[in-house]
């Protein structure tokens, strides 16, 4: 895996990346434990079980693997995938934040060891750790189970409880897009020969030139994946068993509880 060949796309030292990943895991974990620190503040807990590591672990393999089925690659880097983000986004929407945000950190490690080119540790952090670590943002729009019994109960068609999910993952987009933007006007910007741009540019010309290059890769391929959501939240029985498997916040108030074990006002947030 780390061959000689990895190597020769990293151009700083081994011990600059380890301390850039470290500080990124202490980073996720922080915030995972935070947020817990504030939800059961608060008297709000989620359900912990073998089956989020397994639905998350599936996830991950399966996006980590859809991203080497490239439809399309641009000369400099970035391509058009078959829907590689989608197992990834499906997962944080479903189960949150908190959980999504520890399985986005672990599929972006995946990313840095997916033949990386790095010159400096800010074009790690812009061009691999903020593009993939938000994903987790999807769950700020997470699954809301209140919404989609509203809706099933009311004979909607199922799509029509996901506005959520696009939102998210329109949020997403505009992360990463911005990130990637930024990395290209900083670090990418010199030698370019690419649809009339040319030459080493600098101000608006290098901000046109990585505008347009990321869009062309990262539009397309996020519009791929959540066409093919569409499809999967249009299917009940998708949604019945992610509505199943998804874990709802619940009150430790016993009071707020129905019969069923989750709380009245679980959705709420």
Known sequence: MFTKDYWEGILIPWWQVLLLVLAVITVSAVTVI????????????ETRSTKDLTYGAICIAASFAL?????????????????????????????????????????????????????????ALLDYIVPYISLSSIGIFRFRRTRYDKAVSAG????????GF???????????????VLAGVLFW?????????????????AWGYSTTYNALFLVP???????????????KAFNRFMASS????????????????????????
């Open 166 to 180: 696009f939102i998210g993952t329109c949020v997403y987009m505009a992360i990463r897009l911005f990130s990637h």
């Open 67 to 123: 991203s080497y089925v490239k439809i399309f690659s641009l000369p400099y880097g970035g391509s058009i995938t078959a829907a590689s983000t989608l197992p990834m986004l499906i997962y944080c929407y479903y189960f949150g934040f908190r959980k999504g945000l520890a399985v986005s950190t672990v599929y972006m490690l995946l990313q840095l060891i997916q033949g990386p080119y790095i010159v400096s540790p800010w074009s």
């Open 156 to 163: 909607k068609p199922p799509l029509t409880c996901h506005s």
């Open 221 to 235: 391929d996020t519009a791929i994946a959540m066409a093919a959501a569409v499809f999967l939240l249009m299917s």
């Open 34 to 45: 935070a947020i817990t620190a504030v939800r059961k503040k608060r008297g709000e807990t």
């Open 189 to 205: 910007a010199d030698g370019i020969d690419f649809m009339g741009w040319s030459g080493d540019l600098s101000g608006a010309a």
């Open 246 to 269: 998804s874990n709802a916040l619940q009150y430790t108030d016993a009071g707020t509880k129905n019969d069923k074990g989750t709380a009245a006002g679980a959705d709420e947030r």
